[in-house]
């Protein structure tokens, strides 16, 4: 029926329905983009929280192992025990043998990490080796995958 509608329009209109499917398809590849866009946006705000969580605990251990230090060795003993049982646990990179990795293997290591594991990496690496070449492919990685998807062709 559409059909023989469009067939007594005038010969310049006649290719309106193409124009409307191309337009059609155009919002909806658009709509998608967005889609994608939103989609990675909320994953990447729980990435990021889930690194501020770790960041504030990691801190607030770390403050509570300085002020133990200062404290009387009677009081500051046990406790001083558990803060850095806590603080291990939460700053060994979840690599396995990290800690022996040469920086060529510790850079291949690293990727496909999360956020989290190279932000534990990022922390053990200042604290003990301080690798510039390391802390840089931590850097690539966390920018990877910060990007934005790229558009499907």
Partial sequence: MLEKLFSRLPPGSRDAPEHLREHVDSLTDEAR????QAR??????RKDG????WTLSTRGLERAHELLDEAPPTLAGPLLHLVDEQLTRATTP??????DLNARDA????????????ERIAHFELAHKDRKTV??????????????PAAEA
């Avoid at 979840?94 to 800690?99: F, S, T």
């Avoid at 802390?135 to 934005?148: D, P, Q, S, V």
Wanted: net charge neutral; glycine share 4%; aromatic share 4%.
């Fill in 135 to 148: 802390l840089a492919a931590i850097e690539r990685e966390r920018e990877h995958l910060r990007a934005a």
């Fill in 94 to 99: 979840a690599v396995p043998g990290y800690a």
């Fill in 33 to 36: 983009q967005r889609l994608d």
């Fill in 40 to 45: 990675h946006e909320a994953w990447l705000a």
């Fill in 107 to 118: 850079c291949l290591a690293i990727r496909g990490l999360d956020l989290l594991e190279l």
């Fill in 50 to 53: 889930r690194v501020r969580l």
